[in-house]
C-alpha cells in the first residue's frame, strides 16, 4: 500500500530534550515536507526537500531541523524543543513530475512539549 | 505574504442537501489547487485538484470550481452524507515552486 508513515504518532516531552519524527514514504517521491498544524493558523511548511541531499526552510524552520540522506525517509528533528513547538505535524511527499499532483500526507505526530 | 484564506470557518447542513465551501486565494501566480478534507485524528486526504488552465472539475459527487478573474476557488458535495463531516482545506501553489500555501479551513457538520 503506497503511504506515508510517520512515528511516533504521539509523543510528550520536557523542554530541551532533543527528539527525531521520524517520515518515511513508500512512492519514491522526490519531494517531501513537514508541516505544523496549529488550531486558527492552519498548516504551515517547516522544510521541504526536493530530493537526497537538498533541503530548505519553509515558513517556519526556527528550531527544527532535517535530514534526507536516503529518498524515502525525512525525519524532523529538534534538538532542544520548547513549549511553543507544541504542535500536530503532517509529513508529506509528491512526485516531482507531473508538475501538477497532490501531496500525499502521513497520520500526524501530535507533540507536547512540558 | 501571498496566502489563502476561506471565507466561512464552519458550515452547518442537512443530510441529502448540497455544500458549498469556498476559499480566496491571493497570489496570481498560482497555478494549481487542491482541496483536502480532514477527519479528526487524521492526515488530510486528497479531494480533488485543478489546474489553473481550467475552470470546473468534476469528481465523484464533489466540483471544484475556479474563478481566477476574483481569485476565487469552490468545493461543492452533491447530497453531502455524515461521512462528509470533516474540515476541508483549499490549499494552492504558485509557479513551479512545490509549496503549497494552505488556507485554515473550513468545519463541516452534516446533520443527519
Known amino acids: 500500500e503506497a503511504q506515508v508513515t510517520q512515528n511516533p504518532r504521539y509523543l510528550i516531552t520536557v523542554t530541551g530534550k532533543k527528539l527525531t519524527v521520524t517520515c518515511s514514504q513508500n512512492?519514491?517521491?522526490?519531494?517531501m515536507s513537514w508541516y505544523r498544524q496549529d488550531p486558527g493558523l492552519g498548516l504551515r511548511q517547516i522544510y521541504y526537500s526536493m530530493n537526497v541531499e537538498v533541503t530548505d526552510k519553509g515558513d517556519v524552520p526556527e528550531g527544527y531541523k532535517v535530514s534526507r540522506k536516503e529518498k524515502r525517509n525525512f525525519p524532523l528533528i529538534l534538538e532542544s524543543p520548547s513549549p511553543n513547538q507544541t504542535s500536530l505535524y503532517f509529513c508529506?511527499?509528491?512526485?516531482?513530475?507531473?508538475?501538477?499532483?497532490?501531496?500525499?500526507f502521513g497520520p500526524g505526530t501530535r507533540l507536547t512539549v512540558l | 505574504g501571498e496566502s489563502v484564506g476561506l471565507h466561512l470557518p464552519t458550515l452547518s447542513v442537512q443530510e441529502g442537501d448540497n455544500s458549498i465551501i469556498n476559499c480566496a486565494y491571493s497570489?496570481?501566480?498560482?497555478?494549481?489547487f487542491i482541496w483536502y478534507k480532514q477527519e479528526s485524528g487524521k492526515g488530510p486526504q486528497f479531494i480533488i485538484d485543478i489546474r489553473s488552465n481550467m475552470d470546473k472539475r468534476q469528481g465523484q459527487r464533489v466540483t471544484v470550481l475556479l474563478n481566477k478573474t476574483v481569485k476565487h476557488l469552490s468545493l461543492q458535495i452533491a447530497a453531502t452524507q455524515p461521512g462528509d463531516s470533516a474540515v476541508y482545506f483549499c490549499?494552492?501553489?504558485?509557479?513551479?515552486?512545490?509549496?503549497?500555501?494552505f488556507g485554515k479551513g473550513t468545519l463541516l457538520t452534516v446533520n443527519p
Open positions: 497570489n496570481s501566480a498560482s497555478d494549481y
Open positions: 508529506a511527499s509528491t512526485p516531482l513530475l507531473p508538475l501538477a499532483r497532490e501531496q500525499y
Open positions: 490549499a494552492d501553489r504558485g509557479g513551479s515552486n512545490y509549496k503549497l500555501t
Open positions: 512512492m519514491n517521491h522526490e519531494y
